[in-house]
């Protein structure tokens, strides 16, 4: 786990356009943490490192967003922002396209993830935000998972669970 202490929302986005430049095409980054946290905030730094120029702000309403970016090579790149705050099923989660977006080549952002349950990917970069002792101070732990890295088709993104109920995994 690596942790990070934020300063300030600059601080924030700053660190998370360093942290973007470990992203791969298909991963999934579950953002997770209270109300003005930072997720946000954090979603604009991977959007400045994948050079989105859509102005980025919670897809409160409508749940998902999608920015066109650009990756390393300067090959286009698309991002997926859920926000999942409303969400009370799970099946909202796929009605949105999730299982179409996560495998889509682009990267997935996901805010108020912690309300994926059978749909945690086995893949994931999970962030958490905590609020700190100052008002513009956040705390920002990142975990990847599975914690030896695997490129191997055999590491599909899903639970066994979802498998077995979505046949074409
Ligand atoms: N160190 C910091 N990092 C990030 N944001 C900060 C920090 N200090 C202050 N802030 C402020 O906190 C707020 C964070 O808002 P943001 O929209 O990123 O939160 P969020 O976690 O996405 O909330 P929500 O769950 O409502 O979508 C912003 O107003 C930002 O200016
Ligand atoms: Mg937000």
Known sequence: MHSFLS?????????ADSFASSLQRNDIVMLIGDLGSGKTQFVKGVCRFFQVRDTISS?????????????GRDEELLLYHFDLYKVKRESEILELGYEEFSQANG???IEWADKLRELIPHRRAEIRFTLGSTENERRIDIERFPTTRTN??????YTKKLQSEHPRY
């Open 7 to 15: 300063k300030s929302p600059e601080d924030t986005t700053n660190y």
């Open 59 to 71: 897809p409160t309403f409508v749940m998902l967003h999608r920015y066109e970016g650009r990756d």
């Open 107 to 109: 990267i997935c952002l």
């Open 152 to 157: 191997s088709a055999v590491d599909l993104p």
